[in-house]
């Protein structure tokens, strides 16, 4: 294998890229990114609909489905038995192994992650039993455990209930205690509370935040709220039109931003606890990524936007320790 | 501030629950507040609470039980013919969702003409006057004979918004106008929200869940739970010190965006779930969750006191006697 992890490191992603085969053209979905995470960190994955954070993760376990390809890259996975596996090239048993059992997701609508026709708990039984040869009442107590876990009122009860049975917020605990029935060394959570009252969201990121520390799980949490960010990740990778712009520790992301986008979007959104005057409001619409344009893909909107952001594409670099952005202010011609 | 341009009164909206005869779900029980002319009043408040539709009844467009609203000082809910047709042209609405919202078999043109027949306007040049009004929303031109669908949800919101203020009205009920949007496309819209209410002097009644965004566009916020205000007030006020222990606690769940703020603050994590609005608890609703309930709290409920000149909460914690 030409690369390896470092020490410390769970998950290695390099130039990752997927397209979209469809009638009006290939989308360019997520164009070489690479990306890693170290064990026991929260990693949010930054950035308005359609950027592609979704794509990512989901190409990480392959769950790419058809007009969609994984065209590139690589993912080096440390499995349970330190073993490192290339998540993108393993057969598609030993992907089925990883998936829902080292690898787990919680995704954003607890509804439709649910099956209706099955109570909370056969979605446990069935979680483990896929990974692992044991008797399913065993699980059965197991799941009555993993469902007080995550503070749902009387489990006993709660562990026969179908899915309408439950509230919103239930439900989404429900979803979070199945994935945690194998514990995973990576959660993968997607916009986890984004259909949730903010009352309960902070209930659901309190929650994870336990979990996570408990578990020593590494949390990779997809979101578009830089509230949620700020709450309860360690690092920040902010993506753009299927691109990494930026990568920083969340408090220098927040008070260093560098990348134009960046800065924009952080003064986009309105901070309760300040006076602000006016909200800064980015110009224009994300392009299209059936022809992206050539270059920056944010020079269309970027305040700074100079004739070589148009011509050529910026790389990453290293601004300082643990700092990285993708624009051309930073890049020495 | 002036005198308020819109008041309601005791309102009472219930929905009868289908297959039993006697169950009622109580969406709104016993609101009564004020708009003023020209300021933007803010309604937060979890889904379910009955924001929606508490904005939607203003608008008679759910018939209210009981209670009543006055507008300009006339009770709408008994407006007739001409005069009603004459609020409905005064008071507009801007809904969540743009892409249900807007008729998807009608153009842009069609849909910005239809609120100028229904209350007969007459203009020389249609073409012209839409023209204009789309540039004032920063629409271009070329969309005039376009499909929704050919729109980005910016722009159909931008739409929306331009329908509801094309007639000139007085009063306009955002119901979570940016919630459908992206953070940087949310900003267009609230800064042309804030722009459109200057220079038409309009009133906004601001329904959203995301309190910061209410914050920021609002000059007095009343915050509800299960169909009832528990509190309103100056907006700064309320978010510098929340009386009401729902308040405090909805406003300890927002996020900041700000790490060393955010993990630093003192947090009260919620406890529970909002109880169903069919059967809601007896006393005071909040009581179930509430972290200071007193005898006093599971049986009586408590009046909407004001606390300070045009400040009131409803507490027992707060409420004399």
Known sequence: ?333 | MSSPLLEVLDLKVYFRVRGSLFAKVKAVDNVSLKVFKGETLGIVGESGCGKTTLGKTILLLNKPTSGKILFEGLDVVKLKGRKLLEFRRNAQMVFQDPHTSLNPRMTIAETLLEPLREHKVQLNDYEEYLIKEMESVGLGSEHLYRYPHELSGGQKQRVAILRAIILRPKLIVLDEPTSALDVSVQAQILELLRDLQRNHNLTYVFISHDISVVKYMSNRIAVMYLGKIVEIGNSQKLYEKPLHPYSVMLLSSIPIPDPLVSRSRKKVIPQGEPPSPINPPPGCRFHPRCPYTMDICKTKEPPLTEVEPGYYVACWLYAHG
């Open chain 1, 1 to 333: 294998m030409a690369e390896s992890l470092q020490d410390g490191q769970v998950l290695k992603v390099r130039d990752l890229e997927v397209k979209f085969y469809t009638y009006a053209g290939v989308v360019n979905a997520v164009s070489r990114i690479s990306f890693e995470v170290y064990e026991g960190e929260v990693v949010a994955l930054v950035g308005e609909t359609g950027c592609g954070k979704t794509v990512t993760t989901r190409a990480l376990t392959r769950l790419i489905e058809h007009p969609g390809r994984i065209e590139n890259g690589s993912a080096l996975f440390k499995r349970r038995n330190n073993e490192v596996v290339d998540l993108l090239k393993v057969p598609e048993e030993v992907i089925r192994d990883i998936r829902g059992n080292e690898i787990a997701y919680v995704f954003q609508d607890p509804t439709s992650a649910l099956d209706p026709l099955y109570t909370v708990g056969t979605h446990i039984v069935e979680t483990v039993t896929n990974h692992r040869k044991v008797k399913a009442k065993e699980v059965l107590r197991d799941a009555i455990r993993l469902l007080k876990e995550v503070v749902i009122p009387s489990p006993e009860l709660r562990v026969k209930n179908y899915p309408h049975e439950l509230s919103g917020g239930m439900r989404q605990r429900a979803v979070i205690a199945t994935s945690l029935s194998n514990s995973p060394k990576l959660l993968i959570a997607d916009e986890p509370t984004t259909n949730l009252d903010v009352t309960i969201q902070a209930q659901i990121l309190e929650l994870l935040k336990n979990l996570q520390a408990k578990y020593k799980m590494s949390l990779i949490l997809i979101t578009h709220n830089l509230g949620i960010v700020a709450e309860i990740s360690d690092r920040v990778y902010i993506m753009y039109a299927g691109k990494i712009v930026e990568e920083a520790l969340t408090t220098d992301l927040y008070y260093k931003p560098l990348h134009p986008y960046t800065q924009l979007l952080l003064r986009s959104v309105p901070n309760p606890l300040k006076r602000i005057e006016k909200l800064e409001s980015i110009p224009g619409v994300v392009p299209s990524l059936i022809n992206p344009p050539p270059g920056c893909r944010f020079y269309p909107r970027c305040p700074y936007a100079t004739d070589v952001c148009r011509r050529e594409e910026p790389s990453m670099i290293e601004v300082e320790p643990r700092h990285r952005v993708a624009c051309w202010l930073y890049l020495k011609r």
